[in-house]
C-alpha cells in the first residue's frame, strides 16, 4: 500500500498556482507534447523569478531524462498528496486525466479559499472601523466638548468626565498603544508564516463555537472532492484512504476517517464503514449510496461535495449577515453613548441660560 509522507506546507504553491499548473500539465499531455517541450513553454513563459526558477528545474530534470513525479519533487512546491496521485497516474498510463482531476480538485479548493477570505475581510474591516470611529471620537471629539463646557462654566462629569479620561489616556499613550498594536500585527504574521503558528490559528479555528461546524463542513468537502479525484484516477478504496488522511485537518472529521479506514481494513464494505461512521449527515448519504449502488461513486462523491459546497457558502453568508448588523449596532450604541453623554448636560445647560 502506498503511504504518504508527511506534508510540508512550507514552500507549497497555493490552490490557485496549482489548478492553473495541473491545468497547463494535462494541456500537454493532451498536445502530445513531450516533458521536455511543455516546460520549454512554460518556462519562457513563468511570471516572476520563482516561478521562473521552478519551471528551468522542471525543464532540466525532464530533458535528464527524470518521470514527471521525481521532477516535481525535485523542483518542490507540489504537495506530497497530489505527488502520490502522480505517481499512480505513471504507473497506469493515466496522467492527463489524473492532471486533469487534480486541476478541478485544486480550482475547488481555490473557489473555498476565496469564499472564506471574502467572509473574513468584511467584519475585520467592520471591527476596525467602529475603533477607529470610537478612538476619534474620545482623542478628538471629546476635548472639544470639554472646551465648550469650560467656556460656560462648567466641568464634565459622571460618564461624560470618565469617557474625556479615557481620551486623555489614549491620546497620551498613543506611541505605547501603536507599538502594541504593531507588535500584535507583527506575531500574527509571524504566526500565519510558522507551522506552530498554523497549527494553532487551526486549532481556533476547528474549536471556536461560531466556526466549529464550519471547519468540519469544509473537512467534508474536501474529503469528498478528494474521493472523487482518486476514484476517477483509479486509485483503490484502501489506498485513497491513506492517501485523504493528511489532506483532513479537522480533529473530528479524521477520527470519523480513521473509523472508516479501520472498517475497511476489517472487510466491511466501504459504504457500511461510511455510514457506520455517521461521517455524513443522511442527505449525503443518500447521494453516496445510490452511487454506490450504479457504480458511479466519483461522480456521487463529487455531487455530495458539491451541495456541501452550497450549505457552506449558506452558512458563511448567514454568519456574515449576523455579524455585519450585530457589528453596526455596536458602533451606533458607543457613538451614541459618547455623544450622549455630553449633548445631554450640555443642552440642559443652554436651556437655563
Known amino acids: 500500500m502506498l503511504m504518504p509522507s508527511k506534508t510540508n506546507r512550507q514552500g507549497e504553491l497555493s490552490p490557485a498556482e496549482l489548478s492553473l499548473f495541473f491545468s497547463n500539465l494535462e494541456l500537454i499531455y493532451h498536445s502530445g507534447l513531450t516533458l521536455t517541450e511543455g516546460f520549454d513553454i512554460l518556462r519562457q513563459s513563468a511570471p516572476g523569478a520563482r516561478a521562473k526558477a521552478r519551471m528551468e528545474s522542471l525543464y532540466d530534470s525532464a530533458a535528464a531524462g527524470l518521470p514527471l513525479t521525481e521532477a516535481l519533487k525535485k523542483a518542490g512546491g507540489i504537495p506530497n498528496y497530489a505527488l502520490s496521485l502522480l505517481r499512480i497516474g505513471e504507473e497506469t498510463g493515466r496522467l492527463e486525466d489524473t492532471c486533469r482531476n487534480l486541476h478541478e480538485y485544486y480550482d475547488r479548493r481555490d473557489e473555498l479559499a476565496q469564499a472564506l477570505r471574502a467572509a473574513l475581510v468584511y467584519p475585520s474591516t467592520m471591527i476596525l472601523m467602529v475603533f477607529v470611529v470610537v478612538v476619534i471620537l ?116 479524521g477520527e470519523k476517517l480513521r473509523v472508516i479506514r479501520e472498517g475497511v481494513d476489517s472487510g ?86
Request: a neutral charge; one cysteine or more; aromatic letters at 6%.
Open 138 to 253: 474620545l482623542t478628538q471629539a471629546m476635548p472639544v466638548f470639554d472646551q465648550v463646557f469650560n467656556q460656560l462654566g462648567f466641568e464634565l462629569t459622571g460618564l461624560a468626565g470618565s469617557l474625556l479620561g479615557v481620551g486623555h489616556a489614549l491620546r497620551s499613550s498613543a506611541l505605547y498603544i501603536s507599538a502594541t498594536l504593531a507588535a500584535i500585527v507583527v506575531i500574527v504574521l509571524l504566526l500565519r508564516l510558522t507551522p506552530a503558528g498554523r497549527r494553532l490559528f487551526g486549532l481556533l479555528y476547528e474549536h471556536a463555537p461560531i466556526t466549529r461546524e464550519l471547519s468540519f463542513k469544509l473537512a467534508l468537502q474536501r474529503f469528498a472532492f478528494a474521493m472523487a479525484t482518486m476514484l476517477r484516477s483509479g486509485i483503490d478504496i484502501s489506498t485513497a484512504l491513506v492517501l485523504i488522511g493528511p489532506i483532513i485537518e479537522n480533529a473530528r472529521a
Open 268 to 353: 466491511t464494505g466501504f459504504q457500511t464503514a461510511i455510514e457506520q461512521s455517521k461521517l455524513f449527515p443522511p442527505e449525503e448519504m443518500s447521494l453516496l449510496a445510490v452511487g454506490f449502488r450504479t457504480g458511479s461513486d466519483a461522480q456521487a462523491f463529487d455531487e455530495v461535495g458539491t451541495s456541501i459546497a452550497v450549505v457552506t457558502e449558506r452558512r458563511l453568508d448567514r454568519l456574515v449577515g449576523a455579524i455585519e448588523p450585530a457589528l453596526v449596532g455596536i458602533m451606533c450604541v458607543l457613538v451614541g453613548v459618547i455623544l450622549l453623554s455630553v449633548m445631554l448636560p450640555l443642552l440642559g445647560i443652554l436651556s437655563t441660560i
